[in-house]
């Protein structure tokens, strides 16, 4: 099992440029996330997926869309990268327990 | 107002000097507290989930404890590889899978 994967790992954007963040889990798991993490802040839920075909906004949407594509994938758009956007983020997905198992991160700047 | 809170937000500890982290929360009607480690650059990882008031777990050096105010993490005798930061989250009962974070604190133990 290879858990969640995210990609890219790295990325850097200049202002008004677009880009999806791509996140895949092999686990079977219904729910899946989206967060960002800014030093200070803690994590913060962008977006939240209960299952496929559902999505739902979390503390911070502005300026993001997702996509749930299939149960494995859930996306994450910047349709107009700001730099208030550069921060790390974390794709995660919820087993039985309630645990949740994150990704390696996406480290995005926006110049 | 945060949810959940912990304390300190920063701890230096010489190797093998025990000590605890807290992690309290104003929530009511608690599913779950959950701890997570996280290192540098990595995204968080699943430590341990308390369900209910006097319930404990234990992993190597670390133990976790949860009152019905707040969680401890002792960590007794810890390692130079103990350090990271410890996240803690509650997830409340009711309908949706959406878990409040703490924003960590950081350890330090030196060798």
């Not at chain 1, 440029?17 to 200070?40: F, K, V």
């Not at chain 1, 994938?73 to 974390?90: G, I, K």
């Not at chain 2, 006097?54 to 019905?68: C, S």
């Amino acid at each position: 099992n290879a858990g969640v994967t995210q990609t890219p790992k790295f990325q850097v954007l200049k202002t008004g440029q677009s880009m999806t963040l791509q996140c895949a889990q092999d686990m079977n798991h219904n729910s899946m996330y989206w967060y960002r993490q800014d030093p200070g802040m803690g994590l913060r839920l962008i977006y939240y997926s209960a299952s496929e075909g559902t999505t739902d906004k979390g503390e911070v949407p502005n300026g993001y869309n997702v996509s749930r594509l299939n149960k494995r994938e859930f996306s994450l758009r910047l349709e107009s990268a700001a730099p208030s956007q550069t921060s790390v983020y974390f794709c995660a997905s919820l087993d039985r327990g309630l645990e949740q198992y994150f990704g390696p991160g996406t480290r995005l700047t926006v110049t | 107002e945060d949810q959940v809170t912990q304390s300190p937000e920063a701890l230096r500890l010489q190797e093998g000097e025990s000590s605890s982290l807290n992690c309290s929360y104003t929530v009511s009607g608690l599913r779950g507290l959950f701890w997570y480690r996280q290192d540098p650059g990595k995204g968080p990882e699943f430590l341990f989930t308390l369900y209910s008031a006097g319930e404990e777990k234990e992993k190597e050096r670390l133990k976790a404890t949860l009152t019905k105010k707040e969680s401890f993490l002792h960590i007794t005798a810890p390692k130079p590889e103990d350090s990271a930061t410890y996240l803690c989250a509650v997830q409340l009962s009711g309908g949706s899978y959406i878990p409040t974070f703490g924003r960590g604190t950081s350890l330090i133990v030196h060798p």
